[in-house]
């Protein structure tokens, strides 16, 4: 047998995350955001505080994880996107982040006045609004855009294909109790954004394209939160005529509401029809979700209860009242 027809050796499998380790990971990273929150936050701005637990939990657990793991930051990124892909995705983020608001708006309100007030901390910071834009703009969704859109993401669609778009998504809703103000009040809203950025992760195979969103949904409250324009914004979604709880189901936030969810509507089409015209896709390789990987989502929703537990107790001690708003 001559040495062009001996069998080239076989290649070693690729070390990839499974579900269950993706879970593990998640587990241990809402556990870390939760106790860094508990122990800083009557001595450090709640921005800070959230981009600590970003910048460390979030980033600094999943490096560890590949670390442990073997695994490579190029198994998670997925394809090169083109540049209009990712124009398509920052606009179908900023487009969502008015409804996403709504969302956010409408249980907060309600809860307001079934329960009690529940205080919020919003972005107020010493720091000015280039460090909060470049913080909560682009900083923090991008670490989360790899926890979620990478990590978790390749996990879950190798295990259920679609299915796995669900999963992200709920997994992000749920996250929203550790990395913003709103408590359960955001879950929704963030289920939603998760959703549509694992959606646009599914049609392009790009974790950056699914970045682009939730980078234009975290970039605009930074950008116009403190300036004229967010002070325009609100005068014109909530004018003095109406309550405000009437003013959130008047037909302007209704119809600006209804624009930009058609506007994400239109350019995740786009995102889609784009890579029909491409060559076919990279598959991402199956993959189960290994022995008890329902283990650490139980302890998850365990600890999500607790953190219930905790914000009804908050809202009892607080007087509750009809016209409890939050505002862009």
Known sequence: MTDSQVPSAPQ??????????????????TVASFALILLLVTNVETPLLRMLA???????????????????????????????????????????????????????TTLNTLIGALPLSGLTSSADRIALLIQFGIVVPLLHSFLFLGIIYRAAVGWKQLTGVLIVATLYGLFSLFSAEFGFSGIVAYFVIGFVAALSVYFTQSMWVGAMVLVGFSIVRPLIGQAELGAKLQTFLFPVELTPDAALFGGRFLLLVL?????????????????????EPVPFPASKPGRWWWIPLLLVLIL?????????????????FSNGLITP
């Open 12 to 29: 070693p499998p690729v070390p990839q995350f499974r579900m269950r380790g993706a879970l593990w990971l998640y587990f241990l990273i």
């Open 304 to 320: 999500v209860i607790i953190i219930g537990w905790g914000e009804i107790g908050l809202r009892l001690g607080t007087p509750s």
């Open 259 to 279: 624009i930009g969810t058609f506007i994400a509507f239109l350019c995740l089409q786009g995102l889609r029809l784009s890579v029909e015209k491409d060559a």
């Open 54 to 108: 970003a910048l460390f939990m979030v980033g600094g657990f999943s490096i560890c994880a590949m670390i442990i793991t073997g695994t490579r930051p190029e198994q998670f990124i997925g394809r090169r996107p083109r540049l209009f892909q990712l124009g398509l995705g920052l606009i179908i983020g900023v487009a969502l982040w008015l409804p996403a608001w709504w969302l956010i708006i409408v249980p907060y």
